[in-house]
T-cell receptor, first 109, second 115 residues
Framework: DAKTTQPTSMDCAEGRAANLPCNHSTISGNEYVYWYRQIHSQGPQYIIHGLKNNETNEMASLIITEDRKSSTLILPHATLRDTAVYYCIVETSGSRLTFGEGTQLTVNP | EAQVTQNPRYLITVTGKKLTVTCSQNMNHEYMSWYRQDPGLGLRQIYYSMNVEVTDKGDVPEGYKVSRKEKRNFPLILESPSPNQTSLYFC??????????????FGPGTRLTVT
């Protein structure tokens, strides 16, 4: 599975959009991009996934570049409860997930 | 409510004393998995199961056993725990349909300390 690179930490003001980048330059054609988050040692929570088209759900939007080598998770209106570690994972089936260190997002009041 | 439950949530034990961490899901999911989480190493998969009586090793299976006798349960067994198995453990489940990508549902975690 392709390796991902994410910033270690990011800050965002409450109510503003949080844009979390992820590089996956070695992604292969059948690998999906998944985003999960983990709030303070709770079980990870699924956010969104995509293959090559941009995706949106009630939690977030996922923007994947045309060459698929990078993506951005967008939380449109961040709240304090969005403070968490965000993991970008690329994988073929969604089952054998390999979590890196992720990005610690801190939403400030 | 659809959920994955783990028991116990916290456990302190001594080296060599066999223990079992239970995992149960009420969503009729085929796929279940165990992860451990350690500082600086992220979450690593221990074992996974594609269905009843079908289990396979993940990335860090040494020192662990699992069984899948029923679809809803996937216990993690430490036959002879050692201090290096002190960790935060998560169970997860998801449906498994060929060609379809599903999210994994994670349990609340079990914090294990082996002294």
């Amino acid at each position: 599975d392709a390796k991902t690179t994410q910033p270690t930490s990011m800050d965002c003001a409450e109510g503003r959009a949080a844009n979390l980048p992820c590089n996956h330059s070695t992604i292969s054609g059948n690998e999906y991009v998944y985003w999960y988050r983990q709030i303070h040692s709770q079980g990870p929570q699924y956010i969104i996934h995509g293959l090559k088209n941009n995706e949106t759900n009630e939690m977030a939007s996922l923007i994947i570049t045309e060459d698929r080598k990078s993506s951005t998770l967008i939380l449109p209106h961040a709240t304090l409860r969005d403070t968490a570690v965000y993991y970008c994972i690329v994988e073929t089936s969604g089952s054998r997930l390999t979590f890196g260190e992720g990005t610690q997002l801190t939403v400030n009041p | 409510e659809a959920q994955v439950t783990q028991n116990p949530r916290y456990l302190i034990t001594v080296t060599g004393k066999k223990l079992t961490v239970t995992c149960s899901q009420n969503m009729n999911h085929e796929y279940m998995s165990w992860y451990r989480q350690d500082p600086g190493l992220g979450l690593r998969q221990i074992y996974y199961s594609m269905n009843v009586e079908v289990t396979d090793k993940g990335d860090v299976p040494e020192g662990y056993k699992v069984s899948r006798k029923e679809k809803r349960n996937f216990p993690l067994i430490l036959e002879s725990p050692s201090p290096n198995q002190t960790s935060l453990y998560f169970c997860a489940s998801s449906p498994l349909v060929t060609g379809v990508r599903y999210e994994q549902y994670f349990g609340p975690g079990t914090r294990l300390t082996v002294t």
